[in-house]
């Protein structure tokens, strides 16, 4: 599987490593890059923050603990959002599945386990049988599953995730982004210092977008 730069880095270092490292502020080039083509945001005014992920990469599932505290504790001026990368076609499947659980309510109850199953237990849920009979032994209503996994609702999403993926132009993931054109790495060596960096970059955007706001006239 192809990982973002970042994501080679971190690969030996403990995801329990949150502690800080940086003596100075991060550095372009080195601890941040901007995006060769900057993106617009949906957050009115607010800075955004996007993570590309896929079920079946091991750094997405380890580094998924940490981002569910870390984004429980951003301020009300951040707002944050999962992308499903689809880098080829066999990533396509789990893009469904995470924008099917989406729309059924079913994240916070199977977001996790979907994670386990694929990278621990080796379940292909890729393949729609064996993920009916997946979810069918959680509780989850069959019929309203396979109903929505082909809705076009989700076929609408699944394909905004694949544009997405390609304007964005990462090779891998995990991949975060701050205000469209900031992404931490490549030179990080833990999950920690990647939300870190993260932080830096939300302070940043959020400095700019104030810039951009015209004063209002007293």
């Given at each position: ?30 601890n ?17 923050v ?21 984004v ?29 659980l ?65 304007e964005?132009?990462f ?34 955007n959020?400095a700019?977008?104030?810039?951009q706001?015209?004063a209002?006239k007293?």
């Amino acid at each position: 599987m192809k990982l973002l730069k970042a994501a080679l880095a971190v690969a030996a270092i403990s995801t329990l490593a949150l502690q800080p490292v940086f003596a100075a502020d991060p550095v372009e080039g080195r601890n941040y890059t901007r995006l060769q083509m900057p993106q617009p945001t949906e957050a009115n005014g607010k800075v955004e923050v996007i993570e590309f992920f896929w079920y079946g990469c091991s750094h997405c599932g380890k580094l998924e603990p940490l981002l569910k505290s870390w984004v429980k504790q951003l301020p009300a001026d951040v707002t944050f959002k999962k992308v499903p990368a689809i880098l080829n076609e066999s990533w396509a499947p789990g893009a469904r599945l995470y924008y099917t659980l989406e729309a059924m309510n079913l994240l916070d109850r199977l977001g996790d386990a979907v994670f386990d199953a694929m990278l621990n237990q080796r379940i292909n849920l890729g393949s729609e049988s064996i993920l009916l009979d997946w979810v069918a032994g959680r509780g989850v209503d069959r019929k309203a599953f396979a109903d929505t996994y082909k809705s076009f609702t989700v076929e609408t999403k699944v394909r905004k995730a694949a544009e997405m993926t390609q304007e964005y132009g990462f090779s891998g993931v995990p991949a975060l982004v701050v205000g469209g054109k900031y992404s931490p790495g490549p030179e990080l060596n833990s999950y920690g210092q990647m939300l870190q960096v993260t932080d830096f970059l939300i302070a940043k955007n959020r400095a700019e977008l104030k810039k951009q706001t015209p004063a209002k006239k007293k």
